[in-house]
């Protein structure tokens, strides 16, 4: 597949290395230190920007729980992480995506953001300061399970009908299904640093029936949105970005930014069930990942089975791909 427009993905490129340039001479960072120091986060997100680049699960999804449950760093820090390092890796992906002309649903993206922007910011001030360690950490997963079990439902008949856009004419109720998708997803993001992609990717082809080969990178571009919005938000406005994150971000920042729009000139070449195959695998590994790793009481395992339960009966409500 050829990259109709270059410059789009070189621009963006330059912007972000420029940036990240200027905070390592600004704060006078030494590189070597600095990267043995945080070479976990860089080597995280060698594999987080990739999956966020070739699937609908963000880089704060890889992020969010190898930073909470294996660097024991604070669910909030690792959000604003999550956030800051797919405001660079997401964008550079977008970028490619957009350059190399890859098929998205625009209309998936501009509504379910409104809706998402206006849930984050309600989210960081309502939500996210109620959730504790654990249970955010055991909610993040047991969400994501839910939607893994969906998808593989679908994906049961390799033959199953898809279709490549929304309808040419989108109703009441559809403007209303996307604004409430990016509404919800928005509060997800401002707990773990990523939700809205894999929400709007769920509906799009769950309730929509779209392509994988579609669905995913519209999500991508979706998260992209949030994630610039999100970081903008904690670093201007909620003034809660801290010395963990932001150390983090510069071990990682390089990585991402060639990393993720790999990822996703990866997923172009894939076929539809091969990205639903790795999407699952993902959530699989995730979830376990936490189980073992968290050894979770009773009743946060009563906890993660409802998030779970409920996550899967809200798929199976939503999905009419048999119709």
């Given at each position: 597949m050829k990259m109709r427009n270059p410059w789009i993905w070189f621009v963006v490129a330059g912007i972000a290395m420029s940036v990240w340039t200027s905070c390592v001479v600004i704060?006078?960072?030494?590189l070597l230190q600095h990267l043995a120091a945080w070479w976990p986060a860089s080597v995280t997100m060698v594999f987080g920007s990739f999956i966020a680049g070739a699937s609908a699960e963000g880089g704060g999804a890889v992020a969010f729980p190898v930073f909470t449950?294996?660097?024991k760093i604070p669910p909030d820090?690792?959000?604003?992480f999550s956030l800051m390092i797919q405001s660079v890796g997401m964008v550079s992906a977008s970028a490619m995506i957009i350059g190399l002309r890859i098929p998205i649903e625009h209309r998936a993206v501009i509504i379910p953001s409104i809706g998402g922007i206006v849930g984050m910011v309600l989210g960081t001030y309502t939500v996210a300061p109620l959730m504790e360690p654990v249970p955010t950490k055991l909610f993040f997963v047991s969400l994501w399970l839910g939607f893994g079990i969906g998808l593989w439902r679908i994906n049961r008949s390799a033959t199953r009908h898809v279709r490549e856009s929304l309808p040419a004419r989108l109703e009441r109720r559809d403007v209303l299904i996307l604004l409430t998708t990016g509404f919800i997803g928005g509060i997800v993001t401002s707990v773990v640093g990523n939700g809205i992609d894999m929400l709007t990717f769920c509906v799009l082809t769950l309730w929509y029936g779209l392509s994988e080969k579609v669905s995913t990178p519209t999500s991508v571009v979706l998260m992209s949105v949030l994630t610039v919005a999100g970081t903008a938000f904690h670093a201007g406005v909620v003034n809660d970005?801290?010395?963990?994150e932001f150390n983090a971000w510069i071990a990682a920042a390089p990585v991402?930014?060639?990393v993720a729009p790999l990822g996703a000139w990866v997923a172009s070449k894939l076929r539809r069930l091969h990205i639903a195959y790795l999407l699952q695998i993902i959530i699989v590994a995730q979830f376990v990942g936490a189980l073992l790793v968290l050894t979770p009481s009773l009743p946060h395992l009563a906890f993660t089975a409802a998030v779970s339960v409920v996550s899967t009966a809200v798929m199976l409500r939503i999905d009419r791909t048999g119709q």
């Open positions: 704060y006078d960072i030494d449950l294996i660097l820090a690792a959000r604003n970005i801290g010395p963990k991402v930014v060639f």
